[in-house]
């Protein structure tokens, strides 16, 4: 399986993944079908995050389906999702050294653990970044590991069906 | 040529971590940052399987990890799911009421407020939701695979680059 056709793949299940959380505030406000996807979005999100109203950004007079913080990991997952060819090629499986990940995810459960008790209040700019800063980095592991799937997907595959044409 | 070890056991593994994880009170808000206990599942899956492979010459595989995280939150999208269920079943008081009086101080849309009302009748009737449980099995049964993959193919990605070295 070509490179392009694994990317093309998982940017579209993360546009999907990111359409939905913008929906939910549009459409909440409408009827029928589209209020119903809405309340869905809504209740879909629920599972991942808790979606309190003063710690999530608003547009059209409702809050995203998501907080602040969940919002920036999604939007920056999809933005590097985007770029990633241009900086790493499409059919790349080396991954970037490992402490690229820990430290953003070091950051991110510092400024949750420290609000949680009271040591340093977060704010929606930190929230917002240290939350950018781990969805950025994820596709870089994520794509590579995908890439190897899929392949390893195809070939198997493959050898079933020429095994089976043989019989 | 070595035996492909059995699956069973990553999977029981990684189904014990993230059910844990889900259901334990405190320990569950780690599953609000990016859904990491989920994640977390399915790399401990994976690690204990590739454990299983040292000694032999059988590689860690991408699709093999994949399969051992999306089965771990299958079971543990039910398991979650069986939980709550049984939980509100047997709860004495209505906890979308002590939700709501715990959200007086958050700022919730009127529209959410009805929703929750509405809920809270059916507990009363019940004494439990059938929206709420099955909406969330739904959501457990997408977001669990679904972020069970992600630990997985995040922890193979791992494990392979520090096998390589």
């Not at chain 1, 190897?148 to 493959?158: M, Q």
């Amino acid at each position: 399986m070509t490179g392009k056709r694994i990317y093309l793949i998982f940017l579209s299940i993360t546009l999907l993944w990111n359409v939905f959380i913008v929906f939910a505030p549009i459409l909440h406000n409408s009827f029928g079908i589209l209020k119903t996807i809405s309340d869905f979005s809504y209740t879909f999100y629920s599972v991942t995050c808790h979606q309190i109203d003063n710690r999530s950004f608003h547009i059209v007079g409702e809050k995203y389906a998501v907080c602040s913080r969940c919002l920036s990991i999604y939007w920056s997952f999809l933005f590097s999702v985007i770029i990633y060819p241009f900086i790493k090629g499409l059919n790349n499986t080396k991954l970037p050294s490992l402490w690229l990940l820990l430290i953003p995810g070091l950051l991110l459960f510092l400024d949750a653990v420290l609000d949680l008790f009271g040591i340093i209040n977060n704010t929606f700019i930190s929230r917002s970044i240290t939350g950018a800063l781990i969805g950025f980095i994820l596709p870089f592991y994520l794509i590579p590991g995908f890439y190897n799937l899929f392949n390893e997907l195809f070939i198997y595959f493959e050898s079933y069906k020429t095994v089976k044409d043989k019989k | 040529m070595d035996k492909q070890p059995n699956r069973m056991v990553p999977i029981v593994y990684g189904t014990f971590v993230m059910t844990s994880i889900s259901i334990l009170p405190f320990i569950n808000f780690i599953n609000l940052f990016f859904c990491s206990g989920i994640m977390l599942g399915g790399l401990a899956g994976v690690y204990i399987y590739n454990k299983q492979l040292s000694g032999t010459q059988i590689k860690l595989m991408s699709k093999d990890g994949v399969m051992i995280g999306i089965l771990c939150g299958i079971l543990s999208g039910i398991l979650v799911s069986a939980f709550n269920f049984i939980f509100m079943l047997i709860s004495k008081n209505n906890p979308i009421d002590e939700t709501l009086s715990f959200l007086k101080d958050f700022s919730m849309p009127p529209e959410i407020m009805v929703q929750m009302n509405k809920f809270s009748d059916e507990f009363n009737k019940y004494g439990f939701s059938p929206t709420i449980s099955v909406v969330s099995l739904f959501s457990n049964l997408i977001i669990y695979p679904l972020f069970g993959m992600i630990g997985a193919v995040l922890g193979v990605t791992i494990i392979n680059k520090k096998n390589q070295k």
